[in-house]
């Protein structure tokens, strides 16, 4: 439920572009899980329904893959935004899918690290 669930029209709209051409398709509802456990339950749903998935960053690509152009779920997963694991030894992070590459770069502030735009592996 609301907060984490929205039918609006300016969210589903905002949803359903990014910086691409592409014209806008909105999805059918957008949800922002908070941890894996709900990504995982909301996946099962929507597999179990046959309701397509749309993972949403922060709607910057420019491919047009947040469109939903069959309706569906958008998986907003900005909200999951936990640095798990940090090793300086071999240079590695883990994140959850919604750290954007800014505030990476501010918790990696101080290691002399830091994690370039076009970085593949993230």
């Given at each position: ?12 709209e ?12 909105p ?15 909301l ?14 960053g ?5 491919e ?5 152009v069959?309706?569906?779920?958008c ?5 999951m ?5 940090l090793s300086?030894?071999d ?8 750290v954007t590459?800014k505030?990476?770069?501010k ?16």
């Amino acid at each position: 439920g609301a907060p984490s669930v929205s039918t609006a029209t300016a969210v589903r709209e905002q949803h359903g572009h990014d910086e691409s051409m592409h014209p806008c398709a909105p999805p059918d509802v957008v949800v922002w899980p908070q941890a894996v456990g709900q990504v995982q339950e909301l996946a099962a749903l929507c597999h179990c329904c046959r309701v397509p998935m749309v993972p949403f960053g922060t709607g910057t690509g420019l491919e047009g893959g947040v469109n939903a152009v069959q309706g569906g779920v958008c998986f907003d997963l900005s909200r999951m935004d936990a640095i798990t694991e940090l090793s300086l030894e071999d240079f590695s992070v883990a994140v959850e899918p919604g750290v954007t590459r800014k505030a990476l770069n501010k918790h990696l502030r101080g290691t002399g690290l830091w994690f370039p735009v076009g970085t593949v592996g993230m």
